[in-house]
């Protein structure tokens, strides 16, 4: 008997399955502007001094290889929260977890066996956002977050929207550096969401992978900040992917704020269960590096110096690469890209335009046109520039 005859091929991940392509593409001039990966102006990945000496420290230092508990690290929960909320509560649940990812879909299956059906996602969002929440056992609706046209973030229809969204539900907001749009809400839209949001008995959900890629460390965690101060309760999902460049290392964390202490002690203990049923204990490696770091006046100044470098070497290539769009003779105006934040570009680029990058130039990225700015450098940027001229 054979078991597996039955099991359908299933679609690619759209941007995973990227990558493979790429990888698998022969051509010399090949350019990966898909995946949300830094890489140097050599186009190589980056291994930050402060983690390396971390490393380093942590080798010598002979630490042995015990599990972790479910929850993970507490010095290393520790320094996450004060990170990520500036202060500790201890009305603030936080357990460690392998990655943003796995915040997030801890996020979805801790609110369904709370008794969540629905959770409300932007519309644009991370391709993976649908997949994981549906896996985690909730269903999806979304609400409108970017105007296609003015190429802006609408604040007015998704405060419409909200007020539509049934009390009681679940609502995800990037925190910053919003992906695909890489257009966040200002400081006063912030504040004026988390009104809405309050007003309409709403629990926000923060997907938080890019702390220190928009404006810096606190600016890009006002949103957060600014919601428990405002008397929140809320889950966040974080990740070092990014900021410290630990993208296979599986380093996050997952918290849930609460009202007071004794519901944050039932809180950890429903999402202790859910992590022993699935992973049991997250990774020791990428937690001891961020705690490592953290604990250091020497090595977080360092890190911090090293995350701005990665910031502005981004920010200095979005703005090149719309200046050349723009001094090329583009029929767009590529200012636009001015106002966006974090690792990626949302082009406009149509899904033609897109599979023409990929066909004839060898120049990869998802076909909602979103590209990776950290995969531009001036070795290739004219290339990337006359290319999109090429097929706009
Ligand atoms: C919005 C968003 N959330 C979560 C993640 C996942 O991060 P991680 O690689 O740490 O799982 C990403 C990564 O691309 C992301 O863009």
């Known amino acids: 008997m054979k078991f597996f005859d039955t099991v359908e091929m299933a679609p ?52 042995d290889k015990e599990y972790l508990s479910q929850d993970g690290d507490p010095e290393y929960v520790k320094r996450s929260i004060k990170l990520v909320f500036d202060i500790e509560q201890d009305n603030i649940f936080g357990a460690q977890v392998p990655g943003g990812t796995a915040g997030v879909r801890l996020a979805g299956e801790f609110l369904a066996q709370i008794g969540g059906q629905v959770i409300y996602i932007p519309d644009p969002t991370w391709a993976n956002h649908n997949h994981v929440f549906t896996r985690a056992g909730l269903k999806v609706a979304s609400y409108p977050y970017y105007d296609t046209d003015r190429r802006e973030f609408t604040k007015s229809r998704m405060v419409e929207a909200i007020k539509r969204i049934p009390t009681g ?47 810096g460390i606190a600016e890009d965690a006002m949103a957060v900040r600014y919601f428990l101060a405002d008397g929140h309760q809320m889950l966040v999902a974080n990740s070092y992917s990014k900021n410290f460049g630990l993208y296979g290392e599986r380093t996050g964390g997952f918290y849930v704020v609460t009202t007071d202490p004794a519901s944050a002690e039932r809180v950890k203990s429903q999402v202790m269960r859910i992590i022993r049923a699935n992973y049991s204990n997250p990774p020791l490696h990428g937690s001891r590096i961020i705690a490592t770091v953290l604990a250091s006046d020497a090595l977080r100044q360092e890190w911090e110096i090293e995350l701005a470098v990665m910031r502005e070497r981004i920010s200095g290539m979005r703005r090149a690469l719309a200046e050349g769009l723009n001094a ?65």
């Open 12 to 63: 690619p991940d759209p941007i995973l399955g990227l990558n493979a392509a790429f990888k698998a593409d022969p051509r010399s001039n090949k350019v990966n502007l898909s995946i949300g990966a830094y890489k140097t102006d050599d186009l190589q990945p980056l291994v930050l001094a402060a983690v390396k000496k971390a490393e380093h420290q942590i080798l010598t230092e002979g630490m």
């Open 169 to 215: 539900s679940p609502i995800l907001l990037h925190a910053c550096c919003h992906n695909p749009t890489g257009i966040d809400p200002t400081p006063a839209d912030w504040k004026e969401l988390s009104t809405a949001i309050k007003t309409q008995g709403l629990l926000p959900v923060f997907d938080f992978a890019y702390q220190g890629f928009g404006q």
């Open 328 to 392: 090329g003779g583009s029929s767009v105006d590529f200012s636009f890209m001015y106002k966006q934040n974090g690792m990626f570009s949302y082009s406009g680029l149509s899904e033609t335009a897109v599979n023409r990058l990929r066909e004839e130039f060898a120049i990869y990225m998802p076909t909602n046109g979103r590209l990776n700015v950290a995969g531009l450098s001036p070795k290739n940027l004219d290339y990337i520039v006359e290319a999109i001229l090429a097929v706009l």
